[in-house]
């Protein structure tokens, strides 16, 4: 089956929660006083490797689950090509360690991710490669913090057999209005 628009994207979404420093605990705990709620991102998708970018948009919820380091992402992501759903299931580790499980329509089984959280952001890459239109890719996401109510997410793929990768995410997200 040949994924469909932003099938890869549902990962990045995990970079929303997780960009303060300290403990786990306490990086859980800014997370749900900054980011909790609805957000909505707009910038440039493209749809697979060999796609070419498109104008979009998506709408993201973030909520904060029982355990106070674990974070729930939902969203959908649209550009004029196709829209996607995705979820994803965030754990802070301790250690400004991540590790996050995602799924989305247009990719098979659940995507295991792990990266480093930092003051400013977050960088999470696969920990195994996703199969993307028949093909391997490692997966790469970065996310910036440049306000406390904005972020900006960037996303590459990556062929096994390729030097360099590929950007096919730039978003810039606000929180949607009539939220904190």
């Given at each position: 089956m040949k994924p469909r628009a932003h099938s890869w994207a549902y990962a990045a979404f995990l970079i929303c929660?997780?960009?303060?420093?300290?403990?786990?605990?306490?990086?859980?705990?800014?997370?749900?006083?900054?980011?909790?709620?609805?957000?909505?991102?707009?910038?440039?998708?493209?749809?697979?490797?060999?796609?070419?970018?498109q104008t979009g948009r998506c709408r993201v919820?973030?909520?904060?689950?029982?355990?106070?380091?674990v974070l729930d992402i939902t969203g959908t992501c649209a550009i004029p090509s196709g829209r996607s759903r995705f979820a994803l299931r965030a754990v802070l580790d301790g250690d400004n360690r991540v590790r996050a499980a995602a799924?989305?329509?247009?990719?098979?089984?659940?995507?295991?991710?792990?990266?480093?959280v930092t003051?400013?952001?977050l960088d999470i890459v696969s920990r195994a490669p996703i199969i993307l239109d028949d093909a391997q890719f490692q997966s790469r996401?970065?996310?910036?913090?440049?306000?406390?109510?904005?972020?900006?997410?960037?996303?590459?793929?990556?062929?096994?057999d390729a030097a360099s990768a590929r950007q096919t995410l730039a978003m810039d997200f606000q929180r949607k209005q009539g939220m904190p």
């Open positions: 929660g997780v960009l303060y420093g300290g403990s786990a605990e306490a990086q859980a705990q800014s997370l749900a006083e900054a980011l909790a709620g609805d957000w909505v991102g707009t910038g440039t998708l493209a749809n697979g490797y060999e796609a070419v970018p919820e973030i909520a904060q689950g029982e355990d106070k380091a799924r989305a329509n247009g990719v098979e089984g659940t995507t295991q991710y792990a990266g480093t003051r400013t952001g996401f970065v996310i910036k913090l440049p306000a406390k109510n904005a972020f900006r997410m960037l996303h590459w793929l990556q062929p096994a």
